[in-house]
């Protein structure tokens, strides 16, 4: 059990972490055009989960 526990711990983290690298370096790229990326992801995260109705 303590195993199966280790295994899920670890798949988790690594997912978080590609995840944080994954945002971290669209932020350089979007950054690197000339643009704001907290905008950015503002306008995805608003994007993705809808308007408000």
């Not at 526990?5 to 669209?26: D, G, H, K, M, Q």
């Not at 950054?31 to 109705?53: C, H, M, N, Q, S």
Request: charged residues 15%; proline residues 2%.
């Amino acid at each position: 059990m303590n195993e199966r526990r280790t295994e899920t711990l670890v798949v988790t983290l690594v997912t978080v972490t590609n995840l944080l690298i994954a945002f971290f370096i669209s932020g350089v790229v979007i950054w690197a055009l000339g643009e704001d990326p907290w905008f950015a992801l503002k306008t995805l995260l608003y994007g993705a989960f809808g308007y408000d109705e």
